[in-house]
């Protein structure tokens, strides 16, 4: 009997989208088999991110359904500090996490989730407190932490320093490494763990990774 095929991740994508902060998480996720497409606000319109690299969405935010979905990635951009123009993408992040999908979210995008209410009451990070703090509409400073990544249930968080940590979190919550892999995984590339180094080979001679 065959496998149930895995969902898409959606990996949002808009102008002066963070290319860095999601790199580790789409390139691991593809080798292990997943499949990652872009959404943008239009797909018929390419945006440009903050690189300068030109991206040409899959799909509209607007056709997206969180059945459709295994994960739906939120980059930082600086469109998040400078208007409403990326609200939409809160606003599908709320209907992921209603229908129990997973939201992460990173950098500047954690302020655009911040402002939508969608931290308050749920345990997160971001870049720093006092950026959540000045987000109008956000409640949830007695749930931030210090910390490098968060999950919370459906909800992961991460500021823009912490790409790794990002990914790992993404990772454990898509079940896409068995743990000792993912710890080889983080010790390598978090912490150049050169240890790490031959359990990450074992685990792909195995299949695993």
Same mark, same amino acid.
């Given at each position: 009997?065959?496998?149930?095929?895995?969902?898409?991740?959606?990996?949002?994508?808009?102008?002066?989208?963070?290319?860095?902060?999601?790199?580790?998480?789409?390139?691991?996720?593809?080798?292990?088999?997943?499949?990652?497409?872009?959404?943008?606000?239009?797909? +018929?319109?390419? =945006? @440009?991110?903050?690189?300068?690299?030109?991206?040409? *969405?899959?799909?509209?935010? #607007?056709?997206? /359904?969180?059945?459709?979905?295994?994960?739906?990635?939120?980059?930082?951009?600086?469109?998040?500090?400078?208007?409403?123009?990326?609200?939409?993408?809160?606003?599908?992040?709320?209907?992921?996490?209603?229908?129990?999908?997973?939201?992460?979210?990173?950098?500047?995008?954690?302020?655009?989730?911040?402002?939508?209410?969608?931290?308050?009451?749920?345990?997160?990070?971001?870049?720093?407190?006092?950026?959540?703090?000045?987000?109008?509409?956000?409640?949830?400073?007695?749930?931030?932490?210090? +910390?490098?990544? =968060? @999950?919370?249930?459906?909800?992961?968080?991460?500021? *823009?320093?912490?790409?790794? #940590?990002?990914? /790992?979190?993404?990772?454990?919550?898509?079940?896409?490494?068995?743990?000792?892999?993912?710890?080889?995984?983080?010790?390598?590339?978090?912490?150049?763990?050169?240890?790490?180094?031959?359990?990450?080979?074992?685990?792909?001679?195995?299949?695993?990774?």
């Amino acid at each position: 009997m065959s496998e149930t095929p895995r969902k898409p991740v959606h990996l949002a994508v808009y102008d002066t989208y963070a290319d860095w902060e999601t790199g580790h998480t789409t390139a691991h996720l593809t080798q292990r088999g997943h499949v990652v497409r872009t959404v943008g606000l239009d797909s +018929a319109q390419p =945006v @440009t991110t903050m690189g300068g690299v030109r991206i040409q *969405p899959d799909l509209a935010l #607007a056709d997206l /359904r969180p059945q459709d979905s295994s994960l739906l990635i939120l980059t930082g951009a600086s469109l998040w500090d400078t208007g409403d123009e990326l609200a939409p993408f809160a606003a599908k992040a709320r209907e992921f996490l209603a229908a129990g999908v997973p939201v992460a979210a990173i950098c500047g995008a954690t302020a655009g989730l911040a402002r939508a209410g969608l931290l308050d009451g749920r345990t997160h990070t971001s870049g720093a407190s006092f950026y959540l703090a000045e987000q109008p509409g956000y409640g949830g400073a007695d749930d931030y932490v210090e +910390a490098d990544a =968060v @999950t919370d249930g459906d909800l992961i968080t991460a500021g *823009p320093t912490e790409p790794v #940590a990002f990914a /790992r979190e993404v990772f454990a919550r898509l079940d896409v490494y068995k743990p000792e892999v993912l710890d080889a995984w983080y010790g390598l590339f978090h912490d150049s763990d050169v240890s790490a180094y031959p359990v990450l080979m074992a685990a792909a001679a195995a299949g695993d990774a």
